[in-house]
């Protein structure tokens, strides 16, 4: 099988016509924050990035992102200091036969701690939803939920085409 990795694309959504629309390309989306269990969270602090291994579960609208988190960690305290954040999640465990079949996102977006019951609850129900072994953790008094509110996300499949994706109001 002849594998070509040299050109890689951009392709931004709005500007995509036959090969693709922003309703398929958000479809593909879907399945993989869906599906996967896991994401890599970055953060930055002391001038320097980390990076962190998630149980994450994204919202119906793919506008939020919720995670939970013990407060006494690095990860806690660089949120609190700097709320930009990127998570990346993908599919490789699933196509370990070729990287063409790997498909990825990158999101981009503003974290924060989630701090009254309100807002708790029903994030906390959408994390329990995909994640019900976590539900000691997430109600654990050392241990904070985060929201993450999504900006933007980069779509990469075929290993070399790359889709920037903007959650919309729908309604």
């Not at 924050?33 to 119906?60: K, N």
């Amino acid at each position: 099988m002849k594998r070509n990795y040299d050109e890689p694309m951009f392709v931004d959504v709005v500007s995509c016509k036959n090969e693709c629309s922003d309703e398929q390309i958000e479809s593909e989306i879907k399945e993989i924050c869906f599906t996967q269990p896991f994401a890599v969270l970055a953060t930055q602090g002391e001038g320097q990035p980390y990076t962190s291994l998630i149980s994450f579960a994204a919202s119906d609208d793919l506008k939020h992102l919720v995670f939970s988190t013990p407060t006494q960690t690095r990860k806690f305290n660089q949120l609190k200091n700097n709320r930009q954040v990127s998570i990346l999640i993908d599919n490789r465990s699933l196509q370990p036969e070729s990287i063409n079949l790997i498909r990825g996102i990158t999101i981009t977006g503003r974290a924060k701690p989630l701090e009254n019951r309100e807002e708790v609850e029903p994030w906390s129900k959408v994390l329990l939803d995909k994640h019900s072994y976590l539900d000691r953790f997430v109600k654990a008094s050392s241990s904070s939920l985060i929201l993450v509110q999504a900006v933007r996300y980069f779509y990469v499949r075929r290993f070399q085409e790359v889709y920037q994706w903007i959650p919309t109001d729908h309604s």
